[in-house]
């Protein structure tokens, strides 16, 4: 028997696979990220199913780097954890990983789409004087996007890619994500 795992028991179990402030941090931002976009598309009542599957999407790769999407999959099933969120958190890593799982439904395209893209917002976040995503706007978001030297480790390919899978044009797919990221860094950002 499957098992839906709670949010807080999903930061528990993230917490026991990540010790880098990074990657909790980053985990916390897609699982909001994927929240906001859950209200935005008319699935409010998967909620808390997008945002667990964005909170441990990669809760194996400070551990595993090796076999992130892959090793999630053991751990997840060994927990019995709902075949639905481990076949969602694998697929972020389709084509990129050794992960198979392919990105089917619009809850996996989203996350494939904003994974990479809310650490290429983070990073320019961090560029700017004030810190913060509140005063950036989409024409700054661009540049940094179209510079391969900046953020270099946060894949363009995939970000298209996942505009691509979900059917948005580019400018929409990042003006989206930047106005969750906005919306996150003024939320209490509780787990």
């Known amino acids: 028997m499957s098992a839906i ?19 909790l941090q980053h985990a916390e931002t897609v699982s909001f990220v994927m929240e906001y976009f859950s209200k935005k598309l008319g699935y409010e009542d998967a909620v808390d199913f997008w945002g667990i599957v964005g909170l441990l999407h990669d809760l194996d790769f400070e551990m595993y780097p090796e076999e992130h999407c892959v090793k999630v999959q053991e751990i997840l099933s060994e927990r019995g954890i709902d075949e639905k969120i481990i076949y969602a958190i694998a697929s972020h890593g389709y ?3 050794k992960a198979e799982a392919k990105p089917e439904h619009q809850m996996e395209k989203v996350l494939f789409a904003t994974d ?17 995503v509140s005063d950036m706007e989409l024409k700054s978001l661009k540049k940094k996007f179209k510079t391969p030297s900046f953020a270099a480790g946060c894949s363009r390919e995939a970000i298209q890619q996942g505009a691509d899978m979900l059917g948005w044009e580019l400018d929409d797919l990042l003006q989206q994500t930047l106005d969750a990221m906005k919306e996150y860094e003024l939320s209490e950002k509780v787990i």
């Open 5 to 23: 795992i709670t949010k807080e028991d999903a930061w528990k179990l993230l917490k026991e696979y990540n010790k880098e402030e990074f990657h």
């Open 95 to 97: 084509g990129l990983t």
């Open 116 to 132: 990479e893209l809310t650490g290429l917002i983070g990073a320019a976040a961090l560029m700017r004087p004030s810190k913060s």
